[in-house]
Structure formats: structure tokens, C-alpha cells
T-cell receptor
Framework: DTAVSQTPKYLVTQMGNDKSIKCEQNLGHDTMYWYKQDSKKFLKIMFSYNNKELIINETVPNRFSPKSPDKAHLNLHINSLELGDSAVYFC????????????FGPGTRLTVT | GNSVTQMEGPVTLSEEAFLTINCTYTATGYPSLFWYVQYPGEGLQLLLKATKADDKGSNKGFEATYRKETTSFHLEKGSVQVSDSAVYFCALSDTGGFKTIFGAGTRLFVKA
């Protein structure tokens, strides 16, 4: 009964490959996010979706493409992986307009070799 | 634009010591303020929050007061435990609620 789940937890791949990370939340929230956390723990927002609509798209390379098939899912697809993409990626969700606190998934550690 | 500045770490304390982690913010309007905690190998989890000036958020012995006059939201705990060792993030959400700005995080080590 995990609130926000992500798969896979670890992802090791080579440069140039394409990979996807899946996220699901069972909290009934309207808003979902993707964050990237670097090795110094700095957390940077990448995307935010509200009711399946993209509302925040920070300066992220267009190799990163989010997809929200429904309110409970927000997947992240990454094309042509680069060494600098190595990081921990967190999915999160929140009610959106009524409550701003966020619930985070356990993270996906991506290592590009 | 909105921003959050928190003290650099790491902070190293002995068990039962008093903890303060400073956080100041810049924002227009009346943001909500948060402290999140990240234990090793896990995602962030909400520790406490305050939604308006002079509110005090508290949880698990941690406290923080929303000070609009000093634009601060400092985290305090009277007696830390080894299990409090983690990275602490100060954050604010604008009135729209869709974007949360996180500070750089402060790593806390508590020694037995």
C-alpha cells in the first residue's frame, strides 16, 4: 500500500541508450512531479503535471519526456542517455491547489556508464 | 523570483545536543513553508509545515516558526538522537501551489 512508488529502484545503462522510469501514486492527488537529485543532494524540479496537463517544464533537455496516461501515473522517458544524467530521480505528488505538501517516492538511482 | 537559503552543512552534534538549522526565504505573497527530511537511501518526507505568519510547525520534537518579519523558518530540536542523522531541506510553495522551491539541504550527523 505504498503511497508513491517508482520502478525500477536502480538502473544501470550505457551512454546512448533509452530508458524509462515509472511512477504511480495511490493518494488520489491531482499533481505529480519529477525531480532530479545530484550527488550533493541538490534537488531540482524537472516537470509538474496537474490532472494530466503539463504545468511546469523547467530547462530540461528535450531528451527527457514525461508522460501522464492518467492522474495516478507519471512516467519519465529519457533518450540518448549521457554521463551527466546519472543521478537519483524522485517522483512526488500533492493535492495541488488545496494542499502544497508533497509525498515522495523512494527514488530511482540512474547510473550511466 | 522565490528562493530558499539554508545553512551549509554538514552539522555534527553529539547526542542530546540542541539543534538549529537556519533557513531564510525570498518570496512574493504569502508562501507556505516546509521542512522535509531525507534519511539515507530514501525519498524526502514531510517533517513539519506552516502556512501563515507566526504559525509554528512541530513534529517528532522538531519545531519551526514562520517569521515574516525576518523571512525565516529555522528548524530546532532540543535534544537530538543518533536516529535524527539525515539531510534536512527547507522549502516554500508559492500561493499557486504547483511549484515548491527547495533549499540546498543540510546534512546532520549525530554522534553517540
Amino acid at each position: 500500500d505504498t503511497a508513491v512508488s517508482q520502478t525500477p529502484k536502480y538502473l544501470v545503462t550505457q551512454m546512448g541508450n533509452d530508458k524509462s522510469i515509472k511512477c504511480e501514486q495511490n493518494l488520489g492527488h491531482d499533481t505529480m512531479y519529477w525531480y532530479k537529485q545530484d550527488s550533493k543532494k541538490f534537488l531540482k524540479i524537472m516537470f509538474s503535471y496537474n490532472n494530466k496537463e503539463l504545468i511546469i517544464n523547467e530547462t530540461v533537455p528535450n531528451r527527457f519526456s514525461p508522460k501522464s496516461p492518467d492522474k495516478a501515473h507519471l512516467n519519465l522517458h529519457i533518450n540518448s542517455l549521457e554521463l551527466g544524467d546519472s543521478a537519483v530521480y524522485f517522483c512526488a505528488s500533492s493535492h495541488g491547489r488545496t494542499s502544497y505538501e508533497q509525498y515522495f517516492g523512494p527514488g530511482t538511482r540512474l547510473t550511466v556508464t | 523570483g522565490n528562493s530558499v537559503t539554508q545553512m551549509e552543512g554538514p552539522v555534527t552534534l553529539s547526542e542530546e545536543a540542541f539543534l538549529t538549522i537556519n533557513c531564510t526565504y525570498t518570496a512574493t505573497g504569502y508562501p507556505s513553508l516546509f521542512w522535509y527530511v531525507q534519511y539515507p537511501g530514501e525519498g524526502l518526507q514531510l517533517l513539519l509545515k506552516a502556512t501563515k505568519a507566526d504559525d509554528k510547525g512541530s513534529n517528532k520534537g522538531f519545531e519551526a516558526t514562520y517569521r515574516k518579519e525576518t523571512t525565516s523558518f529555522h528548524l530546532e530540536k532540543g535534544s537530538v538522537q543518533v536516529s535524527d542523522s539525515a539531510v534536512y531541506f527547507c522549502a516554500l510553495s508559492d500561493t499557486g501551489g504547483f511549484k515548491t522551491i527547495f533549499g540546498a539541504g543540510t546534512r546532520l550527523f549525530v554522534k553517540a
